[in-house]
């Protein structure tokens, strides 16, 4: 069964960059559509992006649209969120998901989550 590790989180000063990993073991990647959350205590659950199955389409939150970037390395069975112009509300810790449908394209549901990584952007 697919299993999911995040790593990359840590400390950066606001406008600062961060790459996040999320490595897949016993299956592809290739064949889910796979989300990056973030969750910070008390307040809910926000999908930051997602990447359909085929790669043909992706799904960015407002709040972080054209500073974020989600890929794919099929070779490395790796999923990627490339994090830019950080700033100190972006602070969370990040979950990388497995499912077979982006929210956008109707998916409601996740086979496989991670443990999650944290990000903390401050002075």
């Known amino acids: 069964q697919l299993h999911l590790v995040e790593s990359g989180g840590g400390t950066v000063q606001p406008g600062g960059s961060l790459t996040l990993s999320c490595a897949a073991a016993?299956?592809?990647?290739?064949?889910?559509?796979m989300t990056w959350f973030r969750q910070v205590p008390g307040k809910d659950r926000e999908e930051v992006s997602c990447?359909?199955?085929?790669?043909?389409?992706?799904f960015y939150a407002d709040s972080v649209k054209g500073r974020f970037t989600i890929s794919r390395d099929s070779a490395k069975n790796t999923l990627y969120l490339q994090m830019n112009s950080l700033k100190p509300e972006d602070t969370a810790v990040y979950y990388c998901a497995a499912g077979y449908y982006c929210s956008s394209q109707g998916g409601n549901h996740i086979e496989v989550w991670g443990q999650g990584t944290l990000v903390t952007v401050s002075l």
């Open positions: 990447l359909s199955i085929s790669g043909g389409s992706t």
């Open positions: 016993g299956s592809t990647l290739d064949a889910y559509a």
